[in-house]
């Protein structure tokens, strides 16, 4: 746990009357590091992963796999916030999975501002020198058939995830010494495994949670062009639907946010043209200005109430200065009537959203009504006897019978409190 940033601990709690509870000790309005303040919005944006895997101790039988640093990364340039070399997970595949191959890119937020971006150099999300040296595979990287029935024997990597914009930045911040080249590391990683045997694949499926799951709708198109076209190819996003949505003040703290992503860290010229041509370069670091144009078949995995953006996006402490929605975004069983209203309308923005892509057959869709963030890497929401389920369809099966054809695979879920399979998270 050494790698944890300071100014937080998670643990992992358990499963208590229906509910996920992950306890938290943070802050209020600022989190303070060597007297330099950093907004709630910043700071936690670097854990999304607490709300995944990475919030819960791994279950004792959990595979183990090792880190690879790639070491012709720096001579391309492709290298992590503070110059050190990026790295990746792979567990081999075997048996019927032995040319399939499926990429995970990892999530962990973003830095939309140089103090932020040198902070986060610090920490596991901007050096590889704080990677931790091997990762469990559980959910849907699991070598299990019991726990991943389509996918298990599959090769799987996870990609690790160091630069702070999906993935997607092309530049440098020389007096911070800041290297912002995500997108080299995607292009990087990417070619090295094609030269494991990769090339060779007949099937392979591109995910990601969180700013991992923005990253694969951003690259789904690119990863296609990858393989010839003999190969089944494939994109899932997990809770990476994130919205320009209004939030509680009637700001767009996201808008703002990913503004400062996008052109702190030269994130234009890797976004596609087909938005660029007709939107602003923030608008199109947003999935729902993306996706309707996305050629590659496109599951997207979302808790209609994704926890991160309710937390982050929606009631920030910036825009909740009162703290009036401080009990509701953390347990969303104490949410007034009115704050259940506007959360509703959250909802029926995502929805809207996503009427560009559910008309396509090619396309999946499980939209589940629960307070959730990344639901494909934990092994309780991804595959488990009391797992979330929509048509009676766990999350895993949803995801495999669409990637193998089996059947219409969209599903949106009723509006809360409808769903008593969700695994809601609750924070205290």
């Known amino acids: 746990m050494a790698n944890w940033m300071g100014f937080w601990v998670v643990?992992?709690?358990?499963?208590?009357?229906?509910?996920?509870?992950?306890?938290?000790?943070?802050?209020?309005?600022?989190?303070?590091?060597?007297?330099?303040?950093?907004?709630?919005?910043?700071?936690?944006?670097?854990?999304?992963?607490?709300?995944?895997?990475?919030?819960?101790?791994?279950?004792?039988?959990?595979?183990?796999?090792?880190?690879?640093?790639?070491?012709?990364?720096?001579?391309?340039?492709?290298?992590?916030?503070?110059?050190?070399?990026?790295?990746?997970?792979?567990?081999?595949?075997?048996?019927?999975?032995?040319?399939?191959?499926?990429?995970?890119?990892?999530?962990?937020?973003?830095?939309?501002?140089?103090?932020?971006?040198?902070?986060?150099?610090?920490?596991?999300r901007g050096s590889s020198k704080y990677f931790e040296k091997e990762l469990p595979f559980t959910g849907i990287l699991s070598n299990k058939a019991e726990e991943n029935p389509d996918f298990f024997n599959w090769n799987r990597v996870k990609i690790r995830y160091c630069d702070g914009a999906s993935f997607a930045g092309?530049?440098?911040?020389?007096?911070?010494?800041?290297?912002?080249?995500?997108?080299?590391?995607?292009?990087?990683?990417?070619?090295?495994?094609?030269?494991?045997?990769?090339?060779?694949?007949?099937?392979?499926?591109?995910?990601?949670?969180?700013?991992?799951?923005?990253?694969?709708?951003?690259?789904?198109?690119?990863?296609?062009?990858?393989?010839?076209?003999?190969?089944?190819?494939?994109?899932?996003?997990?809770?990476?639907?994130?919205?320009?949505?209004?939030?509680?003040?009637?700001?767009?703290?996201?808008?703002?946010?990913?503004?400062?992503?996008?052109?702190?860290?030269s994130v234009l010229s890797n976004l596609p043209s087909t938005c660029t041509s007709h939107l602003d370069p923030t608008s199109c670091f947003f999935p729902q200005n993306l996706i309707a144009n996305i050629k590659t078949p496109l599951f997207i995995l979302n808790a209609a109430y994704d926890s991160w953006q309710v937390q982050q996006s929606l009631a920030p402490p910036s825009a909740d200065p009162s703290g009036m929605w401080r009990e509701c975004k953390m347990d969303n069983e104490k949410c007034s009537a009115t704050q259940l209203q506007f959360l509703q309308g959250f909802r029926n923005s995502m929805l809207n959203a996503l009427k560009g892509v559910e008309g396509l057959d090619q396309n999946g869709l499980f939209i589940n009504s629960c307070f959730a963030h990344c639901q494909s890497e934990r092994q309780d929401t991804w595959f488990a006897d009391n797992s979330p389920v929509l048509g009676n369809k766990a999350i895993a099966i949803a995801v495999g019978d669409w990637y193998f054809d089996r059947g219409s695979n969209k599903a949106i879920d009723c509006a809360y409190p409808c769903d008593k399979t969700c695994h809601n998270l609750v924070f205290s």
């Open 11 to 124: 643990i992992f709690v358990g499963f208590v009357s229906s509910k996920w509870a992950v306890r938290s000790f943070e802050f209020d309005e600022v989190f303070r590091k060597n007297g330099t303040k950093f907004s709630f919005l910043e700071s936690v944006s670097h854990l999304d992963t607490i709300y995944g895997v990475s919030a819960t101790a791994p279950p004792a039988n959990a595979l183990m796999v090792g880190l690879t640093l790639i070491q012709g990364a720096a001579a391309k340039g492709a290298v992590c916030l503070d110059g050190t070399l990026p790295g990746y997970h792979l567990h081999g595949g075997f048996g019927t999975g032995a040319n399939s191959w499926l990429i995970q890119l990892e999530g962990g937020g973003w830095c939309n501002t140089i103090r932020s971006c040198v902070f986060r150099k610090t920490t596991r």
């Open 170 to 265: 092309d530049g440098e911040n020389k007096a911070a010494a800041l290297q912002f080249r995500g997108q080299r590391i995607w292009q990087t990683a990417i070619e090295e495994l094609m030269s494991k045997g990769m090339r060779n694949a007949d099937h392979a499926l591109l995910s990601g949670c969180s700013a991992g799951g923005l990253a694969s709708i951003l690259h789904c198109d690119e990863y296609r062009e990858f393989f010839p076209a003999s190969t089944k190819v494939k994109c899932l996003s997990d809770a990476g639907l994130f919205m320009d949505a209004t939030d509680v003040s009637g700001g767009h703290t996201m808008r703002s946010f990913f503004g400062g992503v996008v052109g702190l860290q």
